[in-house]
């Protein structure tokens, strides 16, 4: 299918890049006039306004956007909405709040202008291992947008079902669901990064522990120097606690013993805040995560090294550098 992609940071042009391999044809948009050039030299059509960009797309008009949240999605949709025609579908990739899809999908509605929120996930590596892709839209604008979906995600491979599955069936296994209506995607992916805050706390403060297990203060019968990248490495192999979060843990630590190079300033997204707004109005006890964002806030202040491991996994996932003070 053909489509445009609007916005070429680090996730979208590797979104772009990943349709391009799978055959379909891109039309590429950015406010740097240099990402859109880049990105037509791997085979994207360029449009250096929004304007030429729906000029160049056929109908049905497929808008992928994927700018940062808030005020430059709210723009980019708004003067989308303007230039577009009953039929045509906006996209929001970002990591919006789901309320605020709920609004933009009324007020395109009333120009016949269709909308699907996607929650992606996969950060940097996306464009070799695929997009976990949460959708949240009508149906049948999930089926006109599936062909590029099923492109974007990462396929089955060798990730056998879940033991019980049995003859469900369901997209889920190829890495993408339809999962409700309009805002049920950043929804779920909105779940999904306060579960990833909580994920990466746990694996923080349990590093934490081991590395001041040789601190003077242990007595010196109880006191270890345990090698953590060894003990993340070991993890990996068998244990309950592997995951992909342990894998980028384990590289960051081969590379950098003591990370240096982290100052343990760990950044919070709006979707860690928006799941403990929406635990608090669903009255859904929810500790563990809200805990994992408050650690956030405190690591603002002072810094211990399991923060440097939270900054190093959110580094190593989605190539987010740490705040500069």
């Known amino acids: 299918m053909k489509l445009a992609m609007i916005g070429l940071g680090r996730m979208g042009a590797n979104m772009a890049r990943r349709l391009m391999q799978g055959g379909h044809e891109v039309v590429a948009h950015d406010m740097s006039a240099e990402s859109v050039q880049a990105l037509a030299q791997h085979g994207a059509q360029p449009a250096f306004t929004l304007a030429e960009l729906v000029a160049k797309l056929p109908a049905p008009r497929v808008c992928w956007v994927m700018v940062p949240a808030g005020e430059p999605t709210e723009k980019t949709i708004a003067e ?19 309320k605020d899809d709920v609004r933009r999908a009324a007020e395109l509605a009333r120009k016949g202008v269709r909308y699907i929120d996607v929650g992606t996930s996969g950060g940097v590596w996306g464009l070799e291992r695929g ?21 974007l995600a990462p396929g089955q ?16 296994e ?10 049920a995607g950043h929804f779920v992916k909105m779940i999904h990064n306060g579960i990833e805050y909580g994920l990466m706390q746990a694996y923080a403060e349990g590093l934490d522990i081991l590395k001041c297990a040789s601190a003077a203060s242990v007595p010196a019968t109880q006191r270890y120097d345990f090698d953590l990248a060894d003990i ?14 342990l894998d980028l843990t384990a590289s960051a630590l081969a590379e950098q013993p003591k990370l240096e190079k982290y100052t343990g300033v760990v950044a919070d997204s709006g979707e860690g805040r928006w799941t403990v707004q929406t635990a608090i109005e669903e009255a ?5 995560l809200t805990e994992a964002l408050y650690a956030r806030f405190r690591s603002r202040q002072e810094h211990t090294f399991g923060e440097k ?17």
């Open 80 to 98: 989308l909405g303007a230039l577009l025609s009953p039929g045509d579908v906006v996209i929001d990739g970002g990591n919006s709040y789901f």
């Open 309 to 325: 491991v939270l900054s190093a996994m959110r580094e190593k996932f989605g190539g987010h550098v740490e705040a500069k003070k």
């Open 157 to 172: 491979g060798d990730t056998p079902s879940a033991a019980g599955r049995g003859a469900r069936s369901s997209t889920a």
């Open 232 to 245: 993340c490495e070991l993890w990996r192999r068998g244990s309950v606690v592997g995951s992909w979060l």
């Open 174 to 183: 190829q890495g993408y669901l339809h999962c409700g209506p309009v805002g």
């Open 131 to 151: 997009y976990c892709l949460m959708v949240g839209a009508e149906r049948a604008a999930f089926e006109l947008l599936e062909p590029a979906l099923r492109t």
């Open 284 to 288: 859904v006890p929810a500790p563990v």
